[in-house]
């Protein structure tokens, strides 16, 4: 009987601890996808705009920041990310939108997804 506990654990744990081995590297992955957006967003030449008003990217980047802190636990994916940090005015609903010079003026959503879309095929290469 002890040996049948013995294998059955050994099984067991053979099942489990990849699996958390593989959630830990997700993670890892979307902390760093996510530090890029951030950092994408504090050194663009761009302005954001939230509510009519515009933002230069270090004044963004403290507003967001401040959404990511608040929705960190439904964050699991960077595009989670985009969705609850960087899209949309949780009070008057309207779109962030991004002013790029000599680009025209696109939602931050796309803006951010195109951004994580070529980091994610840098790292590919």
């Not at 960087?86 to 962030?96: D, E, F, L, R």
């Not at 010079?101 to 951004?115: G, V």
Request: charged share 20%.
């Amino acid at each position: 009987m002890k040996y049948f506990i013995t294998m059955a654990l050994s099984y067991a744990l053979t099942l489990v601890i990849p699996a958390y081995a593989t959630q830990a590297a997700i993670q890892l992955e979307t902390q760093l996808e996510t530090q890029h957006l951030l950092n994408f967003i504090k050194t663009t030449q761009c302005q954001y705009e939230r509510n009519g008003t515009l933002h230069n990217g270090v004044e963004a980047l403290q507003h967001i920041e401040k959404k990511y802190q608040y929705y960190l636990d439904d964050i699991h994916s960077s595009e989670d990310f985009i969705k609850y940090s960087a899209t949309k005015s949780q009070m008057s609903g309207k779109k962030y939108r991004v002013h790029c010079p000599d680009e025209a003026i696109q939602d931050s959503h796309t803006w951010l997804k195109a951004e994580l879309e070529k980091y994610r095929a840098s790292k590919s290469n």
